[in-house]
């Protein structure tokens, strides 16, 4: 298991992060690997309009260089294209509407510690 940090979890974008989360997830297995992710997700994406991280822009087609540019369910989809793509959403079931695959938690009690 390979688990992924990434400077997207400074950013309240939860499309960027999965575009992030995604790359890492790519460079860091084979072709064959089973990739999981998993997003802990408010369901409620925010358009922050902060520069995209100078590292990300060089390994971006300039069409996606500010966190607008970004589209949740695109960036979900092409997510799954490779990995299972699972979002939780805590407290909220609106994460339905972004990740087909996804659970609801009512109480973060119930989160492995």
Known sequence: MIEVHTDAAAYNNDAFAVNQATYHLKKAGEKQTKRILI???????????????????????????????F????????????SICIGIGINSDAVGRYYPQNVVIDDVDYLPN
């Open 71 to 82: 589209d949740l369910k695109q960036e979900v989809s092409m997510a799954s294209l490779d």
């Open 39 to 69: 997003v802990l997700s408010d369901g409620h994406p925010v358009d922050d309009y902060a520069q995209i991280p100078k590292e990300d822009r060089k390994r971006l087609p300039k069409s996606k260089h500010n966190f607008p540019d």
